[in-house]
Structures are given as structure tokens and as C-alpha cells.
């Protein structure tokens, strides 16, 4: 079981990175109606592997793995949940943008979104990959036990 959660774990971690990659592709000032629908679906697989990435960890900490005592008294797992969160917190700008323009371009009211709009979400859009970057240091470094406060 513990296994399994593990890799479940790892591989919505993945996922959530190749969604992020996706979107820092596809968000271009070239970019077609088609790719916008595209965009928006691939933010919404984006959210889905968030969510098994939180649900996953914590299968880990509180079901499986090491236990809770481990992880929550380790001050490094508190930085690695806010940057978690913080990744979070920065995805709602570019998923507003992108349903935006899901509802422009479903009314007939765009063509292609503004180049400053554009420019806007992917820079969101790449400081969510910097903080994601940071998190998988951050649980190994968890994992090593480095960080507790004894």
C-alpha cells in the first residue's frame, strides 16, 4: 500500500509539471482558437493532478509512510506545503484568464486574446514552474530528515 500511494504520489507530481510545461507551451502570442480550447482543458487536467498530488501526500503523512509525527514536526515540510500552496495560489490568475477567453471565444466576441494578456498569463504561468522547481528539493531534504527541530 505505502508503495503504491508512493508512486501515485510521484506520478501526479509529474503530471502536474508536464500539465504546467503544456500550458507554458500552447499560451502564445501566436495562438489559435483551437489551442485556446486546448489550453483550457490541459489547466483543467492541470487541477485534477493537483488534487491527487495533495490527496496522495496526505495518504503519506497520515495513513502510510512514516507518520505524521515525522513530517509535522520537520519545519522543511511547512515550506514544502507553502510553496505547494503558493504554486496554487498563482495557477488562479492564468485559469481566470483562460476561462475569460473560453467565454469570449465561446460568444464570438475574440479572435485571439491580447499579446499583453498573453504575455501576463504565461509569466504567471512560469513563476508557478520556479516555485514548483523548489518542492521536490524540499521533500527530499524532508525525506533525509534535514530540517527537524530536535
Given at each position: ?40 482543458r490541459v489547466d483543467l487536467y492541470y487541477l485534477i493532478a493537483a488534487i491527487s498530488v495533495l ?25 514544502k506545503l507553502a510553496l505547494f500552496l503558493a504554486v496554487g495560489l498563482v495557477s488562479i490568475m492564468p485559469t481566470l484568464q483562460f476561462l475569460r477567453w473560453q467565454r469570449a471565444l ?45
Amino acid at each position: 500500500m505505502e508503495a503504491a500511494v508512493a508512486y501515485l504520489h510521484f506520478i501526479s507530481a509529474f503530471l502536474v509539471t508536464a500539465f504546467l510545461v503544456t500550458e507554458f507551451f500552447l499560451c502564445t502570442s501566436d495562438m489559435l482558437p483551437v489551442q485556446l480550447k486546448i489550453l483550457a482543458r490541459v489547466d483543467l487536467y492541470y487541477l485534477i493532478a493537483a488534487i491527487s498530488v495533495l490527496t496522495t501526500g496526505a495518504l503519506r503523512v497520515f495513513v502510510v509512510g512514516k507518520g505524521a509525527g515525522f513530517y509535522l514536526q520537520n519545519p522543511v515540510f511547512y515550506i514544502k506545503l507553502a510553496l505547494f500552496l503558493a504554486v496554487g495560489l498563482v495557477s488562479i490568475m492564468p485559469t481566470l484568464q483562460f476561462l475569460r477567453w473560453q467565454r469570449a471565444l465561446s460568444s464570438l466576441q475574440m479572435r485571439r486574446p491580447h499579446e499583453g494578456e498573453i504575455a501576463s498569463a504565461r509569466a504567471y504561468i512560469a513563476l508557478e514552474l520556479l516555485l514548483l522547481a523548489f518542492i521536490p528539493l524540499a521533500a527530499v531534504l524532508v525525506a533525509r530528515g534535514i530540517g527537524p527541530s530536535r
